[in-house]
């Protein structure tokens, strides 16, 4: 893996909590540098989904890093179309695309 390019990843919850039911989730890290959450994706793993999977797992990972989106209009316009952690999975991964190019 020394190779290969770790570049970072935003994700929604379905990938960590499959992930982290069969105990793989440390895979994410074998190929990205960073894996981000927005805040939404952390409740809903993590407290609102206490005792199950991927709850610990997401928590006690290091390098999946929780960030609070700043564009909220949008946010609130996908909303129309999308639940509120879809909504800030797609905003924070636009507003980290802008920052890395």
């Not at 960073?34 to 006690?60: H, L, N």
């Not at 800030?88 to 980290?96: D, G, K, Q």
């Amino acid at each position: 893996m020394e190779n290969v390019r770790k570049m970072i990843a935003v994700s929604n919850s379905s990938p960590l909590i499959h992930l982290a039911n069969i105990k793989k989730l440390p895979l994410l890290k074998d190929f990205h540098q960073r894996v981000f959450i927005p805040e939404a994706i952390y409740d809903e793993i993590v407290i609102q989904g206490k005792g199950q999977p991927g709850a610990v797992e997401v928590e006690e990972a290091d390098w999946i890093k929780t960030k609070t989106i700043k564009d909220i209009a949008t946010r609130d316009f996908l909303m129309c179309f999308l639940n509120l952690s879809e909504a800030e999975t797609i905003v924070l991964a636009n507003e980290i695309k802008r920052i890395c190019y």
